[in-house]
C-alpha cells in the first residue's frame, strides 16, 4: 500500500522553513516540539532522504535541495487542501460570508480598500475583509502559497496560471509643476522634457512598467535614475519643481495632489490606462465570492 505525506506533516516542514527554529516552528503549530520533530522525521523516512542540514543548535538551520523542493509543493498542497476545505462552506450557500484575505498593491490600496471595506460591510455584514499591502511578485507568492484568497493588482502581469477578472480601468495622468506647465507647450511631446526629468517608482512597483508602456515613453534619457518608493513622494519631488510623472487618476480623485501647485495634463499615447482586476488560484471554491467582490470593485472604480 502507498504511503502519502500527511498535510500535518507538510505545514510542520513550511513552518520550520519559515521560522528556522524548531520551537518557534511548534510554538506556531501549536504542538510540542518533540512532536513537531517527529512529523518532519516521519516525512524524511518516506521521501527517502534529508530535507535539512543537522547541525549544532547554535548554527541557522539549512535546508537541502530536497527540502527546499519538499517545501515549494507542500505550500501549493497546503494551498489546495485549504481550498478543498472550503466546500462546505459552498454547499452550505455561505458565499459572502466569513473571512477573505485580500491582498492589494500599494499604487491601489490607499485609494480603494478604504471604501472597498465600507461597501462590503454595508452589502453583506457576515463577511469579514482581512488586508494586506505589499508587492505584486510578494503577493502571488502569498496567493500560490494559500496565505492570501484573493488580489487586486494592475493588469497586465504575469500571474503564473492563476484565475483573474479585469474589473475597471485607471487612466493615467502627468503632473508637472505649475512653473513648468507655463514652458511646455499642450499636448505634451517628450522631446520638449528635459533629458533626466522624468520620475519613477521603482521597478519592484508595477506601476512603473505601465506608466512607461501605456504612455508611450521610450525615449530612456528623459528617465531621472532616482526611484521612488511611493507615489506620496514622486508628488513631492515634481512640486518642487523637479521635473514630472505620471499618477493614476484613482490617486488624484482621493486627494494626492491637493494643495499642491500642480498641473495635471493628459500623456502622450491614447487613452493611456492601467486595467484592475482581480486574481485568485484557480483551485479556489469561493469564484462566486470573488465575482460578487469584482462586481463591488468595478461600482467603486
Keep these: 500500500m502507498n504511503k502519502w505525506p500527511s498535510l500535518k506533516q507538510l505545514h510542520y516542514l513550511v513552518t520550520l522553513h519559515e521560522t528556522r527554529h524548531f520551537?518557534?516552528?511548534?510554538?506556531?503549530c501549536f504542538v510540542s516540539q518533540s512532536t513537531l520533530s517527529k512529523g518532519i522525521q516521519n516525512l524524511e523516512e518516506l521521501i527517502g532522504c534529508p530535507l535539512y542540514e543537522k547541525k549544532d543548535k547554535k548554527s541557522p538551520l539549512v535546508f537541502t535541495q530536497a527540502g527546499e523542493m519538499v517545501v515549494q509543493q507542500g505550500r501549493e498542497l497546503l494551498a489546495k487542501g485549504q481550498d478543498l476545505v472550503e466546500?462546505?462552506?459552498?454547499c452550505q450557500g455561505q458565499v459572502m460570508q466569513g473571512q477573505l484575505r485580500i491582498g492589494c498593491i500599494p499604487t491601489i490600496a490607499p485609494f480603494l480598500l478604504c471604501d472597498l471595506v465600507q461597501e462590503v460591510n454595508a452589502r453583506y455584514p457576515n463577511l469579514t475583509l482581512l488586508l494586506r499591502e505589499d508587492?505584486?511578485?510578494n503577493l502571488l507568492t502569498a496567493l500560490r502559497h494559500g496565505e492570501l484568497d484573493v488580489l487586486i493588482l494592475a493588469l497586465p502581469v504575469e500571474?503564473?496560471?492563476?484565475?483573474?477578472?479585469v474589473v475597471g480601468q485607471d487612466p493615467f495622468r502627468m503632473v508637472i509643476s505649475r512653473n513648468q506647465a507655463d514652458g511646455i507647450p499642450v499636448p505634451i511631446k517628450y522631446d520638449d522634457l528635459p533629458n533626466e526629468s522624468v520620475f519613477l517608482l521603482e521597478k519592484e512597483h508595477c506601476l512603473t512598467e505601465h506608466a512607461v508602456s501605456a504612455c508611450k515613453l521610450t525615449a530612456k534619457e528623459k528617465i531621472n535614475p532616482f526611484s521612488a518608493t511611493s507615489l506620496h513622494t514622486l508628488v513631492q519631488m515634481v512640486a518642487n519643481g523637479l521635473g514630472t510623472t505620471f499618477i493614476p487618476q484613482m490617486a488624484i480623485e482621493h486627494g494626492l495632489l491637493e494643495n499642491q501647485n500642480l498641473v495635471v495634463i493628459d500623456p502622450p499615447g491614447q487613452q493611456a490606462h492601467r486595467?484592475?482586476?482581480l486574481v485568485w488560484r484557480p483551485s479556489s471554491s469561493r469564484t462566486e465570492t470573488f465575482h460578487q467582490l469584482a462586481d463591488v470593485v468595478s461600482e467603486l472604480l
Aim: glycine share 14%; no cysteine; aromatic share 0%.
Design 23 to 28: 520551537s518557534d516552528a511548534a510554538e506556531r
Design 87 to 90: 466546500l462546505g462552506s459552498l
Design 135 to 137: 508587492t505584486t511578485s
Design 159 to 165: 500571474i503564473d496560471g492563476m484565475q483573474s477578472k
Design 275 to 277: 486595467d484592475i482586476g
